[in-house]
């Protein structure tokens, strides 16, 4: 039985509206950065364009993540295709690992090849795009990360960290654009190495969460003794002989036995395990599918 929790057509909906929503703010954002980047001779605000750039193709790799998450159960997916946005979290904690590395590399260049002393002072745009790249960035992570929470979307909740990271990247662009005009331009190569260091760390965030959800795990002790409490209340339960959880993707799967009076009558000891079923299902939306077996009681 369906959970009613987040139904597939609502969580492709929502994940894909919020997705193009990144997909033309950061189309807009990054053409305007580099614009900026190239005008005012501004390294740091060049990178940050191109971490911008890079969240097109983080959206691109959510909406199709989703959409393969989001089918329903088939003969070769009896329990679904919830992994699948697992799948589409790992390949953008990889983008956004390797575009953190790029930055850092070229970074490191200008600061031990001593390069910098070369660099042209940035102008104001500059200083102009890291303010409005700090504003947008963030809350386009506020907005993605709520919906994420909404629907529980791991892909999309990577998605919104990409965003606070680029957020953080302007920051650094901001301090060593700054810092360049003070006449200090070696500020503006090492805030590309600070905003390095912010995007690796998220990635590698995100691709522990996404490998977590990969491998099967039971839930915490705390849902799992709600559930097992949520059983007990039902009139014709006696107790709770065996619970075992595993989180598959976003979801929740339920093995439960429970003992009932051994001399009822069949049909209302199926009734019980209904009963049962219906309520934790109703009580826990992440449960998508729950077997409950009954055993006759025992002292």
């Not at 994940?15 to 033309?24: F, N, P, Q």
């Not at 983008?95 to 200008?110: C, H, P, S, Y």
Request: charged letters at 20%; proline letters at 2%; a negative charge.
């Amino acid at each position: 039985m369906q959970s009613s929790f987040s139904s597939a057509s609502e969580f492709e909906r929502t994940a894909t509206r919020v997705t193009l929503v990144s997909i033309i703010g950061n189309l807009i954002l990054s053409a305007f950065k580099l614009l900026a980047g190239i005008l005012a001779h501004s390294g740091a605000m060049v990178s940050d364009a191109v971490h911008s750039a890079s969240d097109v193709f983080s959206s691109i790799v959510v909406i199709i993540g989703v959409k393969f998450s989001s089918k329903a159960s088939d003969r070769e997916h009896p329990y679904g295709h919830e992994r699948f946005e697992c799948v589409a979290a790992i390949i953008l904690s990889v983008v956004l690992l390797l575009t953190g590395l790029m930055i850092g590399f070229d970074a490191l260049q200008n600061i031990l090849g001593g390069s910098y002393h070369d660099l042209q002072i940035p102008g104001v745009l500059a200083l102009i795009a890291a303010i409005i790249s700090i504003a947008s960035k963030e809350a386009m992570y506020w907005y993605t990360k709520i919906n994420a929470e909404r629907i529980d979307s791991s892909a999309l909740m990577a998605d919104a960290w990409h965003h606070r990271s680029d957020a953080l990247s302007s920051i650094g662009a901001l301090i060593g654009i700054g810092g360049a005009r003070m006449g200090f331009p070696i500020l503006d190569p090492v805030a590309s190495l600070i905003i390095c260091i912010f995007i690796v760390k998220a990635a590698i965030d995100i691709f522990k969460d996404a490998i977590s959800k990969m491998v099967d795990h039971s839930c915490d002790e705390a849902t799992e003794q709600a559930i097992a409490e949520c059983a007990r209340s039902h009139d014709g339960v006696l107790n709770v002989d065996f619970l075992n959880t595993r989180v598959f993707g976003n979801k929740i799967y339920v093995d439960i036995e429970i003992s009932a009076d051994g001399n009822r009558p069949l049909n209302e000891t199926h009734a019980i395990a209904e009963k049962v079923h219906d309520a934790i299902e109703a009580e826990f939306p992440k449960v998508k599918h729950i077997m409950v077996h009954v055993n006759p009681y025992q002292e």
